[in-house]
């Protein structure tokens, strides 16, 4: 079973950046696609960022511009870079890795943004 254990959440003020990371049990190269989603109280879980192997990216439209999804394989991490945060970005953010029609979740990590 492989693991990913996300970090990096926590408390920040409008116009911030905070920098999430997944660390996997396993290598990330095995998944074809990795991301990251958020899900804010009272609402459905929704993708952030995607990476696609061959280096395509998808992003949400609300985040286009200001994060940045990465991996670096020799930690087997992947990362997710927000910066000019909003309070509308709280939520909690859970990575994901998918392979075929296996798809794994992290535990999630809070990021709450203030006004």
């Known amino acids: 079973q492989v693991q990913l254990v996300e970090s990096g959440g926590g408390l920040v003020q409008a116009g911030g950046s905070l920098r999430l990371s997944c660390a996997a049990s396993?290598?990330?190269?095995?998944?074809?696609?990795v991301g990251w989603y958020r899900q804010a109280p009272g609402k459905q879980r929704e993708l952030v960022a995607e990476?696609?192997?061959?280096?395509?990216?998808n992003y949400a439209e609300s985040v286009k511009g200001r994060f940045i999804i990465s991996t670096d394989n020799a930690k087997n991490t992947v990362n997710l870079q927000m910066n000019s945060l909003k309070p509308e970005d709280t939520a909690v953010y859970y990575c994901?890795?998918?392979?075929?029609?296996?798809?794994?979740w992290g535990q999630g990590t809070q990021v709450t943004v203030s006004s």
């Open positions: 396993t290598s990330i190269p095995s998944f074809p696609i």
């Open positions: 990476l696609i192997s061959g280096g395509i990216t």
């Open positions: 994901n890795g998918r392979r075929g029609l296996y798809v794994t």
